[in-house]
């Protein structure tokens, strides 16, 4: 993966989550960060974890846009406590890192962002924290596998990412997103892990996290 920003070396993190710790890594942006964003990664039971090339692109979007990335292993995942929860207590586990952000980075905006898996359940998480969390954006929504959350009250600024290609996704699905508000993005010829197209995954984390900054 290209490395061409001037950061500094990665954090790698234990922090405390609901049934044991999560390994993390936290990588800043150079100089004083204008926001943090929660990155989450695909499912446990098909290898996804925080390392995942979808996920790493994000966080260089992320650091890009000037904004601190955190990268979490869910339960059961690496070095993480516990065990796969179908999904339920993995919104808590993303709920105890975003805390960590609040703790952290007192005072800035914070975002959440998921590939997959990780974005069914950080949508969960910002519908928990619609008052304060700052923005969702999802890459590749897996419509074929799971039904959106039954409440609409999603976060305000929301943002989805999908490749023509997906095999995971079903485009009749993602009405529900824009219902919401949600502003979706889609890469020509791209599939469910962009092949090729992981720029592409870089470029609309940024671009999408300066023109919430900048509002």
Not at 175 to 198: C, Q
Request: a negative charge; hydrophobic letters at 35%.
């Amino acid at each position: 993966m290209p490395r061409d920003l001037k950061t500094p070396p990665p954090e790698r993190l234990k922090i405390q989550g609901p049934v044991g710790d999560l390994a993390a890594t936290l990588e800043l942006p150079d100089g004083t960060p204008r926001a943090a964003v929660l990155h989450l990664h695909p499912h446990p039971m098909h290898g996804g974890t925080r390392q995942n090339n979808v996920v790493r692109y994000g966080a260089l979007g992320s650091l890009e846009a000037g904004c601190a990335a955190l990268r979490i292993d869910f339960r059961g995942v690496g070095q993480s406590g516990g065990e796969y929860d179908e999904g339920v207590g993995e919104v808590d586990d993303a709920q105890a890192a975003y805390d960590y952000l609040k703790q952290r980075f007192p005072g800035v905006p914070i975002f959440i962002w998921g590939f997959s898996f990780g974005s069914r359940v950080g949508l969960h998480l910002g519908i928990r924290l619609r008052q304060e969390v700052d923005g969702y954006m999802a890459v590749a929504w897996p419509t074929n596998f799971y039904t959106w959350p039954e409440s609409d009250e999603w976060p305000d600024r929301l943002a989805f990412l999908a490749g023509t290609e997906d095999e995971f996704i079903d485009f009749k699905g993602m009405d529900r997103a824009e219902r919401n508000g949600g502003a979706i993005t889609i890469v020509d010829g791209a599939g469910h892990f962009f092949p090729g197209e992981l720029p592409r995954v870089r470029s609309y984390t940024a671009d999408t996290l300066r023109g919430w900054l900048n509002d």
